[in-house]
């Protein structure tokens, strides 16, 4: 059974400085996705992330696997108060697969 | 671009009460999904649909059935409803051989007292 962890669950950020949350998952996943929540509404998509060593960057954060360590980093560039929300690593098994969430790491900009 | 529809988008219910909440996935998308989220907790998978057939089943307790309809829409019906059931439940849908993405819906606020 495939099982999702992140750390750290919650993350207090000063505005300007960079941080890294961790993904980690249990077995062989095809995919890995980040997304982000703001409190009571939808999941955004934020990456896709499809094989070993992909990148992808947009604005502030960055995202990474490395499906050999079975792990994935979000990283944030010059934390802003904008980027205050919930994100969530999840994984999949296979094409059309539910997904399996991570337990989720709350961000919390402060100036 | 048109995004999954959830409907409705709050709902009240009070104990063993019967809830049906819909979906209408992205147009031409053939998967759908159903997630749970509790209060302060990710999002659980519930069951999934793919060409109208249930195609994977997760944590879903018997008082809950759905189905996906010849258009493609589906239903999530909740009987004997319990306090623990208030959470958000979200519905997402994807295309097979298109993207890996799921899409998520805006969710349904159920609400049991």
């Known amino acids: 059974e495939l099982k999702v962890e992140q750390n750290p669950l919650f993350l207090s950020m000063q505005e300007g400085k960079n941080y890294t949350i961790y993904c980690n998952y249990s077995?062989?996943?095809?995919?890995l996705y980040w997304y982000r929540q703001d409190p009571g509404k939808s999941l955004e998509s934020l990456f896709v992330?499809?094989?070993?060593?992909a990148v992808k960057q947009e604005g502030r954060l960055m995202a990474s696997l490395d499906t050999k360590a079975r792990l994935s980093t979000l990283h944030i560039t010059a934390a802003v108060h904008d980027l205050s929300a919930t994100y969530f690593c999840?994984?999949?098994?296979?094409?059309?697969?539910?997904?399996?969430f991570g337990t989720g790491t709350r961000l919390q900009v402060t100036l | 671009a048109a995004g999954v529809i959830q409907s409705p988008r709050h709902l009240i219910k009070e104990k063993r009460e019967t809830a049906t909440l819909k979906c209408y996935p992205i147009?031409?998308?053939?998967?759908v999904y159903w997630y749970q989220q509790g209060p302060g907790q990710d999002p659980q998978f519930l069951i999934s649909?793919?060409?109208?057939?249930?195609?994977d089943k997760g944590s879903i307790p018997d008082r809950f059935s759905a189905q996906q309809f010849s258009d493609y829409h589906s239903e999530l019906n909740m009987s004997s409803l319990e306090l623990g059931d208030s959470a958000l439940y979200f519905c997402?849908?994807?295309?097979?051989?298109?993207?890996?993405?799921?899409?998520f819906g805006p969710g349904t606020r159920l609400t049991v007292t």
């Open positions: 997402a849908s994807s295309k097979t051989g298109e993207s890996y993405e799921q899409y």
């Open positions: 992330l499809l094989s070993n060593g």
């Open positions: 077995t062989t996943s095809d995919r």
């Open positions: 649909f793919y060409e109208k057939m249930q195609s």
């Open positions: 147009p031409r998308h053939d998967t």
């Open positions: 999840a994984a999949d098994t296979g094409t059309a697969s539910k997904l399996t």
